[in-house]
């Protein structure tokens, strides 16, 4: 789920703004929606972690990467930059900005992969500092940074690996 959410505009952004988070265009009414549910359900998820509530933790985690996945779907920055480049430009920002975000919120439950994405930003910390200030500001920043292409996140698992794991982990 947040692999192919990276992968998919990891490299519509290579492909088509030369692999650097695009200038250009101003968030619509679709960004605008999108910040105002992910406000909430940060919030939501930073309840979560100050409770210790780490299975509904990883829930919110997924559950906003379902949203990432809905917005990038619906705003087909692929589709966009046939037309209209500018309105590509802002839903790749924003998605890139997304990504970036989910990754962040994502690692205390999966550090490694979250840690692959944010070095792709060129994040260096060993902990990332959690989302501060107006997500819509988030979302919309870092025009013109590079991003290192990001190879498939997660490996796929064989039948035979998924045997061995349910032999040696199931009930």
């Not at 492909?15 to 650097?20: E, I, L, S, T, V």
């Not at 605008?32 to 990883?58: D, N």
């Not at 840690?115 to 500092?129: C, I, K, T």
Request: proline content about 6%; overall charge neutral; charged content about 20%.
């Amino acid at each position: 789920m947040f692999g192919n959410l990276v992968n998919r505009i990891v490299s519509f952004a290579h492909r088509a703004f030369d692999g650097r988070i695009p200038e250009g265009g101003a968030p619509d009414e679709a960004e605008h929606l999108l910040a105002r549910e992910l406000e909430q359900r940060i919030a939501t998820l930073r309840r979560h972690h100050e409770a210790l509530e780490f299975r509904a933790a990883a829930a919110a985690t997924r559950a906003i990467w379902d949203v990432a996945n809905a917005y990038l779907q619906h705003a087909a920055p692929w589709t966009a930059i046939k037309s209209d480049r500018l309105r590509a430009a802002i839903v790749t920002r924003t998605a890139l900005n997304l990504v970036r975000t989910c990754a962040v919120l994502a690692w205390s439950i999966v550090p490694s992969l979250s840690e692959n994405v944010l070095h792709a930003f060129g994040g260096e910390d060993a902990a990332p500092r959690w989302p501060r200030g107006p997500i819509a500001d988030l979302l919309d920043g870092g025009a013109g940074t590079a991003i290192a292409p990001i190879g498939p996140l997660v490996e796929k698992i064989s039948p035979e690996r998924a045997s061995h794991l349910a032999a040696r982990f199931g009930p």
